[in-house]
Each structure stands twice: as C-alpha cells, then as structure tokens.
C-alpha cells in the first residue's frame, strides 16, 4: 500500500503541473515586460530623444527646461497660439510620446533622459475643449512641438490638465539658447490674450458635465432680449444702458477727455422685478463683448472673473444677488474675504480699462457703503421697483402677445394686481394657459380671470411671496 502524503505535500503529477503553470505565467511576464520595453525605449525606431535632438542640432538631454503652468480654462487659448505662431514661424511638426502611463509622471527632462528608459514616439494625444456654446477645438493633449522660433529651433512638450496622474496643464520647452525659449513663451502669452476663444463670449464658472465648459468656465448662448421687452419706470432703462454701453461706445471720446471708463451700476429692488431681465437685454445690447456672470458659488470667482475681464476688455462682469458678497461690515464680525475681493478687483483695474460692473441685489440696505466710495466701483444705482398699474399692463401684453387674450382682460388683470412683479405675470399667463389646455380648448378671459383668482387666494400666498410680490387682491 502506498505511504499517505504528508500534510501540504503534493503527488509527483501535481507537482509538476504547478511547476508548468509557474513557468509559463513566468514566460507570458516576461513577454509583457519586454512587449512594454519596446515601447518606452522605441527599440523599433528613433526614440524621443533622438528626434528632439535632431531638431535642436545637439544632445536635447544636456538643455535647460523652462516650465510653465496653464490655467486650465486657459489651455485652449494656449493650443490656438502655438498653433499660430507655428504657422507664422514657417510651420512645425508634431510628434507624440510612448510609454504608456509611465510618461505622464514624468517631466519634459525626464522623457529626453535615460533615467526611466528611452521613450519611443506614438500617436500624438488629442482632446477636444469647447470653444463657444455651439464649437470645440481638437487640441494637443500630450504631444511635443517641433518648431523655429525666429530661425533657432524650439522643442515645445504640451501637456492638458490630467488629474489622475496629478498634473496640472502646462508646457516645457527647450532650446539651445534658454532666451529663445523665453522669447517664445512671452509671444505664447501675448498671442493666447490676442486670440482668445473666451474674447467676445458670455461666460460663467459653473462647470456642469451638461454644458460646453472649459477647467470650469462654461459657455453661454447670448440671450436675445430687445428694449421693447423690458418693463421699467420710465427713463430707467435708458439711464443703465447709457452708463453700460453707451460709455463703451464713446470710450474714444471720454479717455480723450481724461474720464475713467471702468464704471458699476447697482439695479436693486425686490425680487423679481426685472433685474436680471434687464441684464440679459444689457447683453443683448453689447455683441463682441466679453461677458462674465457670476451668482450663487460661482461669486467665489470674483478675482478671476477680474482678470478675465481685463484681459479681454470690452468686457461685462455680472454679480447677482451681490450682498451675499458685498454685505455692510457692520453686519458682521471677523473678515469678509469675499467682499475684499471684490473690492480689490474693481480698484485693480485701470481707469481707462473698458469694463462694467454690473450687480444686482433684492437688499440694497445691506449693501457695503465702499462699494461706492470709488470711481469705478458702482457710480449709478437705478431701482427696479414693483410695477405700477401701466407697467402691469405693458408686461401683460408683453407676455400674453401670441395668446387670443382681449384688451379689457389684460385692463382687468392689471388692476387686480396690484403689488404683484413681472415674475407674478409670467406664472399668471401660464396658469391660465394651462388650465384651458386641461379642458382641450384655446385659452380666453375666463381663464385669465379665473388663474387670477386662484393666484390671489389665501391658499396661494406663499407662491406670491416666492414670486416676489404680495397682490391686494
């Protein structure tokens, strides 16, 4: 009879298949590591390296590197000037980097050097940023830059933003004579500012995977929003629009007589009354130029959005609801970041900086008497208050044009709305709509009367407090 195995002993037959197996896996590793060695050093053509130095006349891994981070909001602006400074330098070519992950760990210096294996060349890394609500741009994501900046050869690494691998947007660049390489980052910059695809654009920082965005900043359509459509006091409008856009119009004329142009204009009034109306009909009014809203948590934003403007002035910068912002300081202790913020960056422009600050505000009690201290800072408060009986009726018909609505209902409805806001007569003719649309018939006066009705009762007196007005019924 044959002897028992001891404890985690194993039959010969067993043995030897294990000792198979082992060899094989250990074979299929060994095939992999020299599969990947292959292509990190380029062992089946010129390496990185190789080319690079080609390019710049001499051994690139012995040249200095200059770096220089992008903003990520920034990096296509960045693309668009190579590119163009490339074609007016006589062209380039454009190569990629092998090695798989491993390369974007390392630097420009790295991926020329022996020190993480010789890196072979690969299709070049593309992605496409958005550049207006309705474009993109396939951009160079990981890609090296073969180019002459004034006849001296340049080499150019362009990296986009890759937080997996926790880098941050920038370029790295080579030449023989570090100044070249200088040289050519400053025309980067300038080139970057000059053509700029965020230039004539309505912009926010918002960052929604929903919309067209760029490192957080996202394009907005321009909205459509003729005078006609604005309900205000009369004068109100005029007053605004001349102080927003007119100033921009004369800009020639008012720094030739020695005015600032940096200018801000306050619309405050109760809740929705029209402020925000009257801000999409200031960029309706203004095509070409650059405009930046900001609201909510984007107000954070506020130094950025500063910079922005400045560089690319005609420029519009929007602060809804700014008290959360600007509140007076006597309302609080401790500091207030956000409102130095925007102090500073209303005083950080110039004066003959082409650029309005618009904010808007339901509390204008509570706002930061600095913010008027200042040329600049906001040299014009316009009310928006809730609409008198005539501007009921002008929004009425504005809003009730494409309905088979009579003259004296609208008459009626007005004078039963009394204390009622603009956003109170959108909600009215909608109800009214809608409660024919149940019955399957076109809407008439009944109906308006009767969403009327129901809008004033006491059931409904929260809605028109969220709807910015108390109606007297």
């Known amino acids: 009879m044959d002897e028992p195995l001891a404890p985690g002993a194993h039959a010969p037959d067993a043995l030897a298949h294990?000792?198979?197996?082992?060899?094989?896996?250990?074979?299929s590793f060994l095939e992999q590591v020299v599969h990947d060695a292959r292509l990190v050093t380029g062992a089946t053509g010129p390496t990185l390296a190789d080319v690079v130095s080609e390019h710049l006349g001499g051994p690139a891994r012995a040249l200095p590197v200059v770096r220089e981070e992008v903003r990520e909001f920034q990096y296509v602006d960045v693309d668009v000037a190579l590119?163009?400074?490339?074609r007016q330098h006589g062209g380039e070519r454009v190569v990629g980097v092998g090695g798989g992950d491993q390369r974007h760990h390392c630097s420009f210096g790295d991926l020329l050097g022996d020190g993480y294996g010789r890196f072979g060349l690969a299709a070049v890394d593309h992605v496409n940023l958005p550049t207006g609500p309705d474009s993109d741009r396939r951009a160079v994501g990981f890609g090296v830059r073969l180019l002459?900046?004034?006849?001296?050869?340049?080499?150019?690494?362009?990296?986009s933003a890759q937080r997996q691998y926790g880098r941050e947007a920038g370029l790295e660049v080579v030449a023989a004579d570090e100044a070249v390489a200088a040289r050519l980052l400053e025309e980067v910059r300038r080139t970057a500012v000059e053509r700029s695809v965020l230039r004539g654009q309505v912009l926010t920082f918002s960052g929604s995977p929903y919309d067209p965005s760029a490192g957080g900043i996202?394009?907005?359509?321009?909205?459509?929003?003729?005078?006609?459509?604005?309900?205000l006091p009369a004068g109100a409008l005029e007053r605004v629009v001349r102080h927003v856009v007119g100033v921009g119009e004369q800009a020639r004329r008012l720094t030739a007589a020695g005015?600032?142009?940096?200018?801000g204009v306050l619309l405050y009034g109760p809740p929705g009354t029209g402020k925000t109306h009257t801000v999409r009909h200031l960029l309706s009014a203004t095509p070409g130029t650059t405009a930046v809203l900001l609201s909510g948590l984007a107000l954070q934003h506020v130094s950025t959005a500063a910079h922005l403007a400045r560089a690319a002035q005609p420029a519009i910068v929007v602060l809804e609801d700014c008290d959360l912002v600007a509140e007076d300081r006597s309302h609080h202790h401790g500091d207030q970041p956000l409102l130095f913020e925007l102090l500073d960056a209303m005083d950080g422009l110039d004066g003959d900086a082409d650029v309005a600050f618009v904010l808007t505000t339901n509390r204008a009690d509570r706002?930061?008497?600095a913010l008027a201290q200042r040329p600049g800072r906001v040299d014009l408060a316009v009310e928006v208050p809730l609409p008198d009986e005539p501007s009921r009726r002008a929004l009425l018909a504005l809003y009730a044009r494409e309905l088979p609505l009579s003259p004296a209902a609208l008459d009626a409805a007005a004078a039963r709305a009394a204390g009622t806001t603009a956003s109170?007569?959108?909600?009215?003719?909608?109800?009214?709509v809608l409660l024919a649309a149940t019955d399957g018939r076109e809407v008439g006066d009944d109906d308006l009367a009767a969403a009327l009705d129901e809008l004033l009762s006491d059931a409904e007196a929260l809605t028109r407090s969220l709807l910015g007005g108390e109606a007297a019924g």
Do not use: I
């Not at 002459?148 to 990296?159: K, T």
């Open 18 to 27: 294990d000792q198979a197996r082992f060899v094989e896996t250990f074979r």
């Open 218 to 231: 996202t394009f907005l359509r321009r909205p459509s929003v003729p005078a006609g459509d604005v309900v």
């Open 424 to 432: 109170f007569t959108r909600e009215l003719l909608r109800r009214a």
């Open 83 to 86: 590119s163009a400074l490339a």
């Open 259 to 263: 005015q600032h142009l940096k200018r």
């Open 367 to 369: 706002l930061e008497r």
């Open 148 to 159: 002459r900046v004034d006849g001296a050869p340049v080499a150019v690494l362009q990296r």
